[in-house]
């Protein structure tokens, strides 16, 4: 079964740090380019940052510029949000999504998402 | 970067067409991606391409593009089809950042 699991959420105060993960299984996760994808409460859907297959190119909108770390290993089929200087506004849940760019450029798999909360 | 526009609400009575509309120059060189999402689920893939269903969306769902318009169709809406729609699409610089649309809420009556 292709499947994509999040995890590493929770509640941070402001300024603080968090890392997110994403478990990829029954597929190649090698082969795919991954997006996260955030939803604030109540909100739509903001495309947050992508990464390539080998991790060489690597795209963030710009309001998480200079503060979150989009990474990956294909070894662990894992890929990972590293989100630093968290503010209120990035409050949301967090989505992986295999990027399929190449084939038919759509988010074709998503996670079930992991909540993330910057409060004091 | 890019921006894509949708209507923030749109209603259809049961069995009736409607159609979820997205703008935005970015779709004068790129297809839009549609979603669809239910409350406390994760979104789901239901049209890409020029016009493409993913295996198992139904045959109701359709999608079309005309200059910078992209346009969602459902034909003969059922109850469960209501939900939340967003489009995608990459932005209009020519890499590989993605945009998406504001959302449209549809109402089956």
């Known amino acids: 079964e292709v499947q994509l699991v999040e995890s590493g959420g929770g509640l941070v105060q402001p300024g603080g740090s968090l890392r997110l993960s994403c478990a990829a299984s029954g597929f190649t996760f090698s082969s795919y380019w991954m997006s996260w994808v955030r939803q604030a409460p109540g909100k739509g859907l903001e495309w947050v940052a992508n990464?390539?297959?080998?991790?060489?190119?690597?795209y963030y909108v710009d309001s998480v510029k200079g503060r979150f770390t989009i990474s990956r290993d294909n070894a662990k089929n894992s890929l990972y949000l590293q989100m630093n200087s968290l503010r209120a506004e990035d409050t949301a849940v967090y989505y992986c999504?295999?990027?399929?760019?190449?084939?038919?450029?759509?988010?074709?798999?998503w996670g079930q998402g992991t909540m993330v909360t910057v409060s004091s | 970067s890019s921006e894509l526009t949708q209507d923030p609400a749109v209603s259809v009575a049961l069995g009736q067409t409607v159609r979820i509309t997205c703008q935005g120059d970015s779709l004068r060189s790129y297809y839009a991606s549609w979603y669809q999402q239910k409350p406390g689920q994760a979104p789901v893939l239901v049209i890409y391409?020029?016009?493409n269903r993913p295996s198992g969306i139904p045959d109701r769902f359709s999608g079309s593009s005309s200059g910078n318009t992209a346009s969602l169709t459902i034909t003969g809406a059922q109850a469960e089809d209501e939900a939340d729609y967003y489009c995608?699409?990459?932005?209009?610089?020519?890499?590989?950042?993605?945009?998406f649309g504001g959302g449209t809420k549809l109402t089956v009556l």
């Open positions: 990464i390539k297959q080998d991790g060489s190119e690597k």
């Open positions: 999504a295999r990027d399929e760019i190449q084939e038919i450029d759509a988010f074709d798999i």
């Open positions: 391409g020029k016009n």
């Open positions: 995608n699409s990459r932005d209009s610089s020519g890499n590989h950042l993605r945009v």
